[in-house]
């Protein structure tokens, strides 16, 4: 079956320009994580969404970030006005839904961000 | 401070030798620990998923181990080959929530 996609699997844009990273799912999964993943660092959690819960955004960095989830499946992660600090690999992944600490979280293959 | 600690950071052996991955973390209370391979390129795998109460899983070449006493984790990679090549994440959560703490990951390089 399908795993978790994301698009675009690449993207360079200037300083200043705003970013829309697209995750997803796979079918059936409730729960969706997006993750950021730069140089030489581990991933760093940045909004968490659960069914029709509030999603979690404790940690998105700055305002200029920002995530919908509509319909409960489809995931957007916008970067407004991007920084060149803002480049890096942006991961996407699902789980059922079910006792989260106890799920595996299935990843899509990223979204690698450049800023210039 | 990051509370997962892997090391090493690299490591390079030959083709069919064995290597062995650690993993230190201080997170507590504890739930689970996992391994995750993570090839270039590509989104972060899972491995091996171990409770507090589990000393050792296996998947096929894989072996991890952990003694929650110490807060140590290591992945054991037996008659190694090119295929694993990759980054390998340790991840311990704790037992509420949906927080996962991640190590940076050590990145192995098998050549032949």
């Known amino acids: 079956g399908a795993g978790v996609s994301q698009s675009p699997s690449n993207k360079v844009t200037e300083k200043g320009k705003d970013v829309e990273l697209r995750c997803d799912p796979i079918s059936g999964h409730t729960a969706l994580y997006w993750y950021r993943q730069s140089l030489g660092q581990g991933l760093e959690f940045l909004i968490y969404f659960q069914g029709n819960s509030a999603p979690d955004k404790s940690g998105l960095p700055s305002d200029r970030f920002s995530a919908e989830r509509t319909g409960g499946s489809v995931s957007t992660l916008t970067i407004q006005r991007t920084q060149q600090e803002d480049s890096a690999v942006y991961l996407c992944?699902?789980?059922?839904?079910?006792?989260?600490?106890?799920?595996?979280?299935?990843f899509g293959p990223g979204t690698r961000l450049l800023v210039l | 401070k990051n509370q997962v600690e892997q090391s090493p950071q690299s490591l390079i052996i030959l083709e069919g030798k064995n290597c062995t991955l650690q993993?230190?973390?201080?997170?507590?209370?504890?739930?689970?620990l996992r391994w995750y391979k993570q090839d270039t390129g590509r989104g972060p795998v899972s491995l091996t998923i171990?409770?507090?109460?589990?000393n050792t899983k296996s998947n096929g070449r894989y072996t991890a181990t952990l003694d929650a006493d110490t807060k140590q984790s290591s992945l054991h990679i037996t008659a190694s080959q090119l295929s694993d090549s990759a980054s390998y994440i340790c991840v311990v959560s704790a037992p509420s929530g949906y927080a996962l703490n991640f190590g940076k990951g050590t990145s192995l390089l098998v050549t032949p």
């Open positions: 992944a699902s789980s059922l839904g079910g006792l989260a600490v106890q799920e595996t979280q299935y």
């Open positions: 171990m409770t507090f109460s589990e």
């Open positions: 993993c230190n973390y201080t997170v507590s209370p504890f739930s689970n």
